[in-house]
């Protein structure tokens, strides 16, 4: 069975800063990791696809990376922006279905 | 790209009720996925809904509880039956486009409250 753990749970920073959210996964045998960016109340918007044969995927100042062998994948924010401010979730695909992790809360103090 | 609509967007029920709650797809679409969130906690999959065949439920859930339905390709319904206070989630629908068959798309989900 999938598991999907996101590390940290929750991180404040000022705005300007740079910073990683890290996703790791026990099941490599995926199609692909998708990071989603998930605002209070609302639903998901997709910020980064990377299929499995793939090491990274940029976007902006996002930049995704995975390491499937190794179960690990990273999102990169740079120069954070108050309005970063969501919640982070990161779901790896494997047949049909995707599993996902329970996210990392960013705040992003002006 | 796939455009989702569910509906509704909220809603406040009674305990014992049921709600229905719509997703419809922009395209034609093999796989459907329904999700819950419940509050503080991460999306769990409830079941697959493939057109033409009865949904696969994930364990834990029960058709009696959550029955779907999928009358064609770009249209599913998740039912919430007999609510209670523990159902109050969102959920939310999602798709696998058959070109991609990998990158997910989600609906903007439903707000369930149940008083």
């Known amino acids: 069975k999938q598991e999907v753990t996101q590390i940290p749970a929750a991180l404040s920073v000022p705005e300007g800063e740079n910073l990683v959210l890290n996703c790791s996964f026990t099941?490599?045998?995926?199609?692909?990791l998708q990071w989603f960016r998930q605002d209070p109340g609302k639903g998901l918007t997709s910020l980064l696809l990377i299929q499995s044969s793939q090491r990274e995927q940029t976007s902006g100042r996002l930049n995704a990376s995975l390491d499937k062998s190794s179960g690990r994948s990273t999102l990169y924010i740079a120069a954070s922006q108050p309005g970063d401010s969501a919640t982070y979730l990161c779901a790896v695909k494997g047949a049909g279905k995707s599993t996902f992790g329970d996210g990392t809360t960013l705040t992003v103090k002006p | 790209s796939a455009v989702i609509s569910q509906k509704p967007s909220r809603d406040i029920c009674q305990r014992g009720t049921s709600l229905t709650i719509q997703c419809q797809v922009d395209s034609q679409v093999t796989m459907m996925f329904w999700y819950r969130q419940q509050p503080g906690q991460s999306l769990t999959l409830i079941a697959t809904a493939n057109q033409g065949s009865e949904a696969t439920y994930e364990s834990g859930f029960v058709i009696d509880k959550f029955p779907i339905s999928r009358p064609n390709l770009t249209f599913s319904t998740l039912t919430v039956s007999n609510m209670s206070p523990e159902d109050s989630s969102i959920y939310l629908c999602s798709v696998v486009l058959p070109e991609s068959n990998t990158e997910a798309f989600f609906g903007q989900g439903t707000r369930l409250t149940v008083v």
């Open positions: 099941d490599s045998a995926i199609y692909n």
